[in-house]
């Protein structure tokens, strides 16, 4: 079946401009997470979304980005007034509960540049 | 101190060589599992759950020490296919963002 897609595969922008991220999870999954990578660094949580339960901001670094899930589905990432530090790879991953263990399914993730 | 700690290598090893990784855990109370895999400008995959009993997969033997707090993975005969970054995850738990990653390991296999 189809994976998690995200949208833009890459995406440069100017220091100052917004931008949107998109993520379609994998259809059932009902568990949304954003991370972001920096070059050769580790996994960032942004923040995560459950069913239909508040989500979980404490990953996101300032106050210029926020989150969406649509309908428990889709999901947008929005970066206002970016800046040259937000340059990294925004990855989501959706997840399903079996026998009590939650699995992780990432997309490719979209590369974003700030000039 | 770090929720899931690794030693971020790199480790350089020759083809054929069996390799170990070990990741280590502070919440005790952390439920399952996971070895991912991150090829360079790749998303992470997963690699394999590891089980309380330790579990095989091909070359790919995880194990998992409750009592220490870390779980491993052991990859035998290396293969040039093998170099990538493994990050090892733990999760605390369903009903709330509870899902931990390390930083990973880094690993070349070289010909």
């Known amino acids: 079946g189809a994976g998690v897609s995200q949208s833009p595969s890459n995406k440069v922008t100017e220091k100052g401009k917004d931008v949107e991220l998109r993520c379609d999870p994998i259809?059932?999954?009902?568990?949304l997470y954003w991370y972001r990578q920096s070059l050769g660094q580790g996994l960032e949580f942004l923040i995560y979304f459950q069913g239909n339960s508040a989500p979980d901001k404490s990953g996101l670094p300032s106050d210029r980005f926020s989150a969406e899930r649509t309908g428990g589905s889709v999901s947008t990432l929005t970066i206002q007034r970016t800046q040259q530090e937000d340059s990294a790879v925004y990855l989501c991953a959706s997840s399903l509960v079996v026998a009590g263990q939650e699995t992780q399914y990432f997309g490719p993730g979209t590369r974003l540049l700030v000039l | 101190r770090k929720e899931v700690e690794q030693d971020p290598g790199p480790f350089n090893v020759p083809e054929g060589a069996t390799v170990a990784f070990n990741c280590t855990y502070s919440?005790?109370?952390?439920?399952?599992f996971f070895w991912y895999r991150q090829d360079c400008r790749k998303e992470p995959k997963l690699l394999m759950s590891?089980?309380?009993s330790g579990n095989e997969d091909g070359r790919f033997t995880a194990q998992l020490n409750r009592a220490s707090q870390y779980i491993s993975l052991l990859i035998r005969d290396s293969k040039l296919s093998d170099s990538a970054t493994y990050l090892c995850v733990v999760n605390l738990g369903t009903g709330g963002f509870k899902t931990i990653f390390g930083a990973g390991t880094r690993l070349f296999v070289k010909a």
């Open positions: 919440n005790s109370a952390s439920q399952s």
């Open positions: 590891v089980y309380s």
């Open positions: 259809s059932g999954h009902t568990a």
